[in-house]
């Protein structure tokens, strides 16, 4: 996944982890997705002066929406439960550096959503390429390649947005920042059945 330029792979043994609880990383996936779609919406209300994002944001919203379905469905039909909504430590850690960088001009703060939101895309995407190469299950395999080329194209629609309307703000050099800080944060990571955990 060397377009996604991430500082440090997950360990494959990470599926052993979430092989011994299907139930949980299928809920913790689908409020994922839900959290996703909900970012892609704050985008839109914080940047509706920008129809070209408007337009993308939506689509990606129902985008994800639908990926929370499928996930929903996957999990109605393995007679599973949708668990309540889980706290997403990883995410928590990325927001902290996002607020903290925002210097409170506009365009800072909206490069800086673009850029968290590219990142969480391209862990997601990076997550679900080792679950579809390694996980003992041809249905969450198959899903998982899927959805992997998706994340893919959701984090190229991030990082272009952010180069697009980032005037003023070196984006290469920020997102190699964000790059760093998120090997920083994933490091503590890949240990409980969850997306990011």
């Keep these: 996944m060397s377009i ?64 929370f379905q499928m996930v929903n469905d996957i999990i109605q039909k393995r007679g599973l439960v949708l668990g309540r909504e889980r706290k997403d430590e990883y995410v928590g850690e990325l927001a902290q550096y996002m607020k903290k960088s925002n210097n409170g001009s506009r365009v800072s703060g909206l490069v800086e959503r673009l850029l968290f939101s590219a990142m969480i895309e391209a862990r997601s995407c990076e997550r679900f390429k080792v679950l579809s190469e390694n996980i003992n299950d041809k249905e969450l395999s198959d899903f998982y390649r899927d959805l992997m080329e998706s994340e893919a194209g959701h984090y190229t ?22 790059l760093e800080f998120e090997a920083s944060v994933i490091s503590k990571y890949g240990k409980s059945e969850t997306v990011h955990g």
């Design 4 to 67: 996604l330029r991430l500082k440090l792979p997950t360990d494959p043994r990470w599926v052993n982890i979430v092989e011994k609880n299907i139930e949980e990383i299928l809920t913790d996936h689908a409020w994922c997705e839900q959290k996703a779609a909900t970012n892609a919406i704050t985008i839109i209300t914080i940047n509706s002066e920008f129809p070209d994002l408007v337009t993308d944001m939506l689509a990606l919203a129902k985008e994800e929406i639908e990926h």
């Design 157 to 178: 629609t991030f990082i272009t947005y952010a180069r697009k309307y980032g005037i003023g703000i070196d984006v290469e050099k920020r997102w190699k920042e964000w």
